[in-house]
């Protein structure tokens, strides 16, 4: 993991996501002042299920696999995300423990957000922190429709395994 990079090159990384489609270029550059940058090598953790520390992630390169331990303990993939899309918003929301793991697939790139960052940000400017928050929860509604779709198909899958019994 390294952390560093220019406020600049922060808003280059962003405006090549779906921010950039809600953000101006000075709205991006404002929020890059929030924002870090981490690198993470293939395999590399970027945080764990049960992990408390609160920050969200932009994939701005590469990728991660989101992982969560089944009953007996074994991480299984639950998805993968590309770049673009937004990690670990979770917790900035309700401040929860990891609910999974997200390993990097390969070397990654990721802009973060701290918790203390957005705090700061919805103080200094409340009109691009609203924005943020606006993003968070399209992102997180999406993800509620994907697995949505997914547990019907497997209650389908189930009842119909019933069915032939």
Known sequence: MQ???GITERAELLED???SMEFTWAELMELSQYMGTMRYRKGATVFREGDR???MCIVVKGGVNILKKDEHMRDIRVTQIGRGKMIGEMSMIDSCPRSA???AVIDTTLV????DSM???????PAIGIKVLQ???FSMSQRLRQTT????????KAEAGEEEE
Do not use: H
């Not at 973060?112 to 918790?115: G, R």
């Not at 705090?119 to 400017?125: A, D």
């Open 3 to 5: 952390i560093g990079s």
């Open 17 to 19: 996501t779906s921010l």
């Open 53 to 55: 520390e609160i920050f």
């Open 101 to 103: 793991t997200a390993v």
């Open 112 to 115: 973060t957000l701290t918790s």
């Open 119 to 125: 705090k700061r940000l919805f103080k200094e400017k």
């Open 135 to 137: 993003k968070i929860a």
């Open 149 to 156: 779709g997914v547990l019907v198909d497997f209650l389908e």
